[in-house]
């Protein structure tokens, strides 16, 4: 991309590859520069365009003078001790080995600036050495050593060294310097300031002292600086690539340097922001936060709704299965009953008349109590239809009642424990069948094994928990071990069928107690009025009765 300084560049979180753009601003045809980098916040120092390169390399040569072979050592950027000056900046020693190739006869050195055609720099090199290494325990042969002992100045000044001259595009760009302070010393550099040319110093082509196979040792001292250069009219550029760069803001700069990397004072910058991606922008999610609740909202509310429908529907059944349940009670009570009610009576005053003779008069005494007994079958089976009775207290009454005649009806005393239950406590038509017949179940036993003189029947109903207790004060029997006779096995399973059990406490001459227990699972009624089981002074309430 190509941004204009001083703007402000937001670039998109998908951006992997980014490359700056810029060129020389200058009006001056003609007129070198040098420019160099940096992104603030990534980059922690100025960079130059990658490639901007000068070398010093060895050539080698066949008998014919064809070139068989090269070895480059590079120099890029800056040196360590670079200061940006030739007298106070330092000089870093470096040595290469490298082996002379089959078929090689001579060899030369060159010290060059031709390495990508835009380079522009400066770099020095002095005490350049190569060495022959011996594979035994002879001294190394020095091959060629530079010096400027013996040379005059116009000789040094016009470039006439013995081993050495220069060439390449622009030879005059090849120049002796002086290097250090105090005292200064020569050495060789390539001072290029043009971005289209290059300079170099080299050696003879036809240096000898080699065989193949050799092994050669070169060092030398050298400090350098060099970078991209461009021209100002030319309209060359410069690309400063960056990859996957994270959120954030940053600052590009770009400043001139001269040909030894001095800053001349003209810089530019542009400020760049990298967005966030969507999926971490705080709003990104505080939307998605009321995207999330809205979305729990209309869930929870199809949830709900979908759950009313289904109650509303059971409610419906129900109150349909509770109208034929009431009106099935009112056909037994209002048609089977009556018809029953009217034979028993009939058969009853039929042994008063006296055309009948003893044997039919037993046998109408006898229809008479079969059609009670009925009578009595089809009213318990009316209580257990009538959804009317669908709670504790209905079902509380009933067993009092039902205990009162079977005890009334067998001169056996009867004592209740039993409290007012709450009417707002439903349960089912089965659970109430089941208690009552477990209740008469015990009863019975009483009346025909106990011996008993009297019974008392407890009822107590505490966090939802319904325990229905039958004691006897008859001859009572040995629990432990005793196989349970059909009545004890029809409780057990009545009570079972409902999730709740019957326990049966005995010893022997001290009575008989049954504990027949269940859970009853809260219903709230229709109002919605909540459950309220004690009495004004927080105790439970109780009623007794006695018969």
């Not at 082996?99 to 720099?121: E, F, M, R």
């Amino acid at each position: 991309m190509l941004p204009h300084a001083g703007a402000k560049l937001l670039i998109g979180p998908s951006s992997q590859n980014i490359a700056f753009i810029t060129g020389a601003a200058t009006n001056s045809p003609g007129v070198p520069a040098r420019l160099r980098y940096k992104l603030e916040g990534r980059d922690t120092a100025w960079c130059d365009r990658p490639g901007s390169e000068m070398y010093l390399e060895v050539r080698f040569f066949d008998e014919k003078k064809k070139l068989l072979d090269l070895c480059r050592f590079t120099a890029k950027g800056e040196s360590v001790l670079w200061t940006g000056s030739l007298k106070d900046s330092a000089l870093t020693h470096r040595r290469e080995t490298l082996k002379v190739p089959p078929g090689a006869s001579s060899w030369n050195l060159v010290i060059s600036s031709a390495g990508p055609p835009d380079t522009v720099g400066v770099y020095v090199v002095d005490n350049l050495i190569v060495s022959r290494l011996s594979s035994t325990n002879r001294p190394t042969e020095i091959l060629l050593q530079t010096f400027f002992e013996g040379l005059s100045e116009e000789d040094i000044a016009n470039g006439r060294l013995s081993d050495w001259v220069p060439g390449g595009i622009r030879p005059n760009m090849a120049k002796i310097v002086e290097i250090g302070q105090n005292p200064t010393k020569k050495a060789l550099a390539v001072i290029d300031d043009d971005p289209h040319g290059h300079a170099e110093w080299r050696t003879q082509s036809d240096m000898k002292g080699i065989t193949p196979e050799d092994i050669l040792m070169v060092e030398w001292n050298e400090m350098f600086s060099m970078g991209h250069g461009i021209v100002g009219i030319t309209g060359q550029e410069i690309a400063a690539p960056y990859q996957d760069l994270p959120p954030g803001s940053y600052r590009f700069c770009v400043e001139e340097v001269n040909v030894f990397g001095v800053p001349t004072g003209v810089e530019t910058s542009l400020a760049v922001k990298v967005r966030l991606p969507l999926w971490e922008t705080p709003w990104f999610w505080v939307a998605m936060t009321a995207i999330l609740i809205s979305a729990s909202a209309v869930v929870s509310r199809s949830v709900a709704s979908r759950r009313m429908r289904r109650e509303v529907l059971r409610l419906e059944q129900q109150r349909v299965l509770e109208q034929e349940r009431l009106r099935i009670a009112q056909n037994i009570h209002d048609d089977l009953g009556a018809r029953v009610t009217q034979i028993s009576m009939l058969s009853a005053m039929a042994p008063d008349r006296s055309i009948f003779p003893q044997n039919a008069r037993a046998d109408f005494h006898q229809i008479s109590q079969m059609s009670r007994d009925l009578v009595s079958a089809l009213y318990e089976t009316v209580w257990a239809v009538n959804p009317e009775n669908d709670n504790l207290y209905a079902m509380g009454n009933y067993l009092r009642q039902m205990t009162s005649q079977l005890c009334e009806s067998a001169q056996l005393r009867c004592r209740f424990d039993i409290p007012i239950l709450p009417r707002e406590v439903q349960v089912s038509s089965q659970t109430r069948h089941n208690v009552a017949m477990a209740v008469k179940e015990a009863v019975h036993n009483i009346m025909k094994h106990a011996h008993a003189s009297e019974l008392t029947i407890r009822v107590d109903f505490t966090e939802l928990l319904l325990t229905v207790s039958i004691q006897d004060d008859g001859c009572g029997f040995q629990a432990s071990g005793l196989e349970c006779g059909n009545g004890l096995a029809n409780m057990k399973r009545r009570m079972e069928d409902l999730g709740g059990s019957c326990v049966v406490e005995s010893q022997p001459g001290g009575g008989t107690t049954v504990h027949l227990r269940l859970r009853i699972k809260a219903v709230q009624p229709d109002h919605s009025q909540k459950l309220s089981l004690t009495a004004s002074n927080g105790e439970p309430s109780r009623q007794a009765h006695k018969a």
